[in-house]
């Protein structure tokens, strides 16, 4: 009887070459895509999607597929593979040249020259040696290449080359705007005025794609396949590289990246993961994003639910923290865009509200990035929002999953603590209070805590914000400060939905208490009726909650219904 072996998680690794022939990795076929993409119109093409998404993954699977020197192994990288079942007419008909611009040095407006000049230096130099056995001489002009002065003279060899072997290019970039995130979102010292120095008339990135269209233009390089996270420099590139088409909102490439659910059970299959065993909700933590609204799939982040195999796998468990760390970059552009007031209001609406009604702008100048739309749309690009559904002749968006969710919650209270001035925030003694909320089944540190020393000294901007929703909030948002607990927001319990609902994490077993908490606010000159009022209604919702068919059963579960008035006064009811 012949045991099936379980394949190996390929978890950062983007090297489809060695994925494909090394260590019996598993292999998420996405090969059917070249076809669709070959099949287009427009030879020159981008496609934008949020960090750790597979991109540069898809980018290597390209380039093996079209490049005339891996000929030879086709049958062994894709022969299993859709692609190697029904093959394009210009399978390995190419040379590729590939670019790669993250790491880029945004320190100095030297330092971002001359690294961008070693970048194309480094990629050229290696497309020759790569193919040596096509161009002419390309070892002498490998020597040559270090004697040029300017990024377009190397291109000129490389193009030249090529021409002259009657051959064409495929280009491949991946991370083409990563230096311009960099300066526009991580808040560089060079700051808007370099960028706009280097991407318009004359400028060194222009002048790249300016001779890329060109060549485009001779016929030399036959296509082009970029990737990226925003696509803000389509238009503050203008006409120095107007032939390439936006391919990331079409409903026909909605799965090209990223995972379906059909997708991670065949992967749980090929890497002998027990469904049975998984104690966490993947769907709700993982999943949700689409990126057309007529989409019928929503699809998983590829990078987060192969670190959450990784972590079963490792330790038969899930893991303690169920956001990748490697996704923790993404709160800090987060700050960066709303340090004025318009960003940072729409971005509390979108955190109290949990969706936003507007359009997704396929390309947008960093002028703009203070207008609302062309904000929201950064979140989407971001994989910070994504598409509900289509909402009259606009988009409803909303936070894709929970992993999303706790960036935004954390992200407010790492902002309000700045805007506040709450220097005496003690994180230890809160993680302490939420040890005493499992354990001993007691609420009041923790919540005591938090009316002293945050909500009664929230700043006057904030204070604008205070209500229901708000509260609820930054009471999740200190709750995170412990891993013991899951917090949830809005929990669905049929027909009605949890304030909070403090779900147990499965790998704190010893955790003897979870709690449903209902939230009421009232103003501080509220009369004594409308708190009544308010408490009542609370202690009914309450009820409805606990003994609902999805926690009626739930040991020890404790509830408890919290009225805040004003920013200093509140009151406790458990029920």
């Keep these: 009887m012949n045991t099936k072996i379980p394949k190996r998680l390929p978890y950062g690794n983007a090297d489809f070459h060695s994925i494909r022939t090394?260590?019996?990795?598993?292999?998420?076929?996405?090969?059917?895509?070249?076809?669709?993409?070959?099949?287009?119109?427009?030879?020159?093409?981008?496609?934008?999607?949020?960090?750790?998404?597979g991109k540069s993954l898809f980018l290597s699977m390209l380039a093996y597929y079209y490049d005339v020197n891996y000929a030879n192994e086709f049958e062994q990288l894709f022969g299993d593979l859709y692609i190697g079942r029904n093959p394009t007419p210009r399978k390995n008909s190419y040379v590729v040249l590939e670019f790669n611009f993250s790491g880029l040095d945004t320190a100095s407006a030297e330092n971002f020259r001359n690294s961008f000049f070693d970048s194309v230096n480094f990629t050229v130099r290696q497309f020759l040696h790569r193919h040596k056995n096509i161009f002419r001489k390309a070892e002498q002009f490998i020597e040559q290449i270090d004697k040029e002065?300017?990024?377009?003279?190397?291109?000129?060899?490389?193009?030249?080359?090529?021409?002259?072997?009657?051959?064409?290019?495929?280009?491949?970039?991946?991370?083409?705007?990563?230096?311009?995130?960099?300066?526009?979102?991580?808040?560089?010292?060079?700051?808007?005025?370099?960028?706009?120095?280097?991407?318009?008339?004359?400028?060194?990135?222009?002048?790249?794609?300016?001779?890329?269209?060109?060549?485009?233009?001779?016929?030399?390089?036959?296509?082009?396949?970029?990737?990226?996270?925003?696509?803000?420099?389509?238009?503050?590139?203008?006409?120095?590289?107007?032939?390439?088409?936006?391919?990331?909102?079409?409903?026909?490439?909605?799965?090209?990246?990223?995972?379906?659910?059909?997708?991670?059970?065949?992967?749980?299959?090929?890497?002998?993961?027990?469904?049975?065993?998984?104690?966490?909700?993947?769907?709700?933590?993982?999943?949700?994003?689409?990126?057309?609204?007529?989409?019928?799939?929503?699809v998983y982040n590829s990078t987060m639910i192969l670190y959450f195999f990784e972590q079963i796998l490792e330790s038969n468990k899930p893991p303690v923290n169920l956001i990748d760390p490697n996704l923790s970059i993404d709160p800090k552009r987060l700050k960066r865009l709303v340090q004025n007031e318009s960003n940072r209001n729409m971005l509390i609406q979108i955190i109290k509200d949990g969706n936003i009604v507007s359009n997704i702008l396929e390309k947008f100048s960093i002028d703009h990035l203070n207008d609302d739309s062309h904000f929201i749309s950064l979140l989407f690009y971001m994989g910070l929002l994504t598409i509900k559904e289509g909402c009259l002749n606009q988009l409803r968006l909303v936070i894709p999953n929970y992993s999303i969710q706790r960036v935004y919650w954390e992200q407010i209270r790492q902002l309000i603590e700045e805007s506040s001035q709450l220097v005496q925030v003690n994180t230890e003694y809160l993680m302490k209070a939420v040890n005493v909320i499992a354990l001993e089944g007691n609420i009041y540190d923790f919540i005591d805590y938090v009316s002293k020393n945050v909500f009664s000294r929230l700043s006057d901007y904030d204070l604008q914000h205070f209500d229901e929703k708000y509260i609820k909030v930054l009471l999740l948002s200190y709750l995170l400060l412990n891993n013991l607990y899951i917090p949830m927001s809005e929990y669905e319990t049929v027909p009605v939905r949890t304030d909070i609902f403090l779900q147990r994490n499965p790998n704190f077993p010893q955790v003897k208490y979870e709690w449903v908490w209902e939230l009421k606010y009232c103003k501080t000159d509220a009369k004594e009726t409308e708190i009544d009022q308010k408490r009542k209604k609370g202690l009914e919702q309450l009820n409805r909650y606990i003994t609902a068919s999805r926690l009626k059963d739930r040991p020890n579960l404790k509830s408890a219904l919290l009225v805040f008035i004003g920013k200093d006064k509140y009151e406790i009811v458990e029920n």
Excluded: W
């Excluded at 990795?25 to 750790?52: G, H, Q």
């Excluded at 700051?191 to 030399?220: C, M, P, Q, W």
């Design 149 to 298: 002065k300017t990024t377009l003279s190397i291109l000129n060899i490389a193009f030249n080359l090529a021409d002259e072997a009657g051959i064409k290019i495929f280009v491949v970039i991946d991370e083409y705007d990563h230096f311009a995130n960099d300066l526009i979102t991580m808040g560089s010292v060079l700051g808007n005025d370099f960028y706009k120095k280097v991407i318009t008339a004359n400028g060194l990135v222009r002048d790249f794609y300016e001779k890329l269209k060109i060549a485009s233009g001779r016929g030399i390089v036959d296509h082009t396949f970029i990737t990226g996270i925003s696509p803000i420099m389509l238009e503050d590139l203008a006409s120095g590289y107007n032939i390439v088409m936006n391919y990331s909102l079409k409903l026909q490439y909605n799965e090209m990246l990223g995972f379906t659910r059909d997708e991670v059970n065949q992967l749980m299959d090929s890497l002998g993961i027990d469904a049975e065993r998984i104690s966490v909700d993947m769907e709700h933590y993982y999943n949700g994003y689409r990126f057309n609204s007529d989409a019928d799939n929503k």
């Design 22 to 53: 090394e260590n019996n990795y598993v292999y998420v076929d996405k090969t059917r895509f070249i076809e669709l993409l070959e099949n287009e119109s427009n030879k020159n093409k981008i496609f934008i999607r949020p960090r750790r998404f």
